[in-house]
Antibody
Framework: QVQLVQSGAEVKKPGASVKVSCKAS????????IYWVRQAPGHRLEWMGW????????KYSESFQGRLTITRDLYAKTAYMELSALRSEDTAVYYC??????????????????WGQGTLVSVSS | EIVMTQSPATLSVSPGERATLSCRAS??????LAWYQQKPGQAPRLLIY???TRATGIPARFSGSGSGTEFTFTISSLQSEDFAVYFC?????????FGQGTKVVIK
């Protein structure tokens, strides 16, 4: 079955960077995109970015442009999310997720269906 | 950016009763709407995609309807394990966006 296992909690100071990993198993790693979504306390889920499984192309939310880098290691079947210039507002649980394709042709749907367990990143001086 | 607005913020329901949740999009998302369940300390779980199609293994008491900008999610007869936060998600337009969630609590 699909599993996404994320690295452990991190505590960082403002201005630092954090790199969270997401190890995938149970499916063809380069066949599906990996998404990064975060949830700050009391806030809704926020999509951060996405890496294409087939070609490694990335797409980032404008909210994180210049601070976010998503990469992957095909051999390790692991995706990474690195966020720099951290501030207190970046304190959140960070999730990686994988989409799933349902149906085909005109009725084809691609939707986030599998999630990692989440990684708490705390930013505090 | 498409803003997803859910109502109510909290829904108090007795076990066995029906729960009806709403989600409104600031512009049309067609049928590109999913519903997730999230319990404390857990990752979200996909329940519905395509506005009305249950994901694999999801019980029939969960259902969704709507298209365009107005969507409804219903739990026909609440079980104890259904008390959780539910949120909607539009995946038809970048950036992907999520509703703020509806918390279903025991009455």
């Amino acid at each position: 079955q699909v599993q996404l296992v994320q690295s452990g909690a991190e505590v960082k100071k403002p201005g630092a960077s954090v790199k969270v990993s997401c190890k995938a198993s149970g499916y063809t790693f380069n066949g599906y995109a990996i998404y990064w979504v975060r949830q700050a306390p009391g806030h809704r889920l926020e999509w951060m970015g996405w890496i294409n499984g087939a070609n490694g192309n990335t797409k980032y939310s404008e909210s994180f442009q210049g601070r976010l880098t998503i990469t992957r290691d095909l051999y390790a079947k692991t995706a990474y999310m690195e966020l720099s210039a951290l501030r207190s507002e970046d304190t959140a649980v960070y999730y990686c997720a994988k989409d799933q394709t349902y149906g085909s042709g005109n009725s084809r749907v691609v939707v986030i269906a599998h999630w990692g367990q989440g990684t708490l990143v705390s930013v505090s001086s | 950016e498409i803003v997803m607005t859910q109502s109510p913020a909290t829904l108090s329901v007795s076990p066995g009763e029906r729960a009806t949740l709403s989600c409104r999009a600031s512009q049309s998302v067609g049928s590109n709407l999913a519903w997730y369940q999230q319990k404390p300390g857990q990752a979200p779980r996909l329940l519905i995609y395509g506005a009305s199609t249950r994901a694999t293994g999801i019980p029939a008491r969960f259902s969704g309807s709507g298209s365009g900008t107005e969507f409804t999610f219903t739990i026909s007869s609440l079980q104890s394990e259904d008390f959780a936060v539910y949120f909607c998600h539009q995946y038809g337009n970048w950036p992907l966006t999520f509703g703020q969630g509806t918390k279903v609590v025991i009455k």
